[in-house]
């Protein structure tokens, strides 16, 4: 147990040092605008850390061969824990089929 415990702090640590500068963005632009991937955003509707609006609004901005926002209904900031059923649901229905078309 105590390995897991040290597994998720290492993984929020090194989520914080790679994710800190895109924190600190100020623009969009500065986040990227175009993609060669795939973007799909899962996120609760009802996220205060993240505001939806602004997530979608961010979004609709950027160029990906494919782009989706995706909500998680009733869902906060860790929807994808919270909800992890329809979560997976909808990574199942919108991911995985891009995994089979090669």
Request: charged share 25%.
């Amino acid at each position: 147990m105590n390995s897991r415990r040290n597994d998720s702090l290492d993984g929020q640590n090194l989520s914080g040092e790679r994710l800190a500068p895109q924190m600190r963005s100020e623009t969009m632009k500065e986040l990227g605008l175009e993609f060669r991937v795939p973007m799909f955003f899962f996120q609760g509707t009802e996220d205060f850390t993240s505001p939806t609006a602004l997530a979608q609004h961010y979004l609709e901005s950027i160029k990906a061969p494919r782009k989706a926002f995706v909500p998680i209904t009733g869902g906060g900031h860790f929807a994808v824990f919270m909800h992890s059923d329809q979560f997976l649901e909808e990574l199942v229905a919108r991911v995985r089929p891009l995994t089979l078309e090669h």
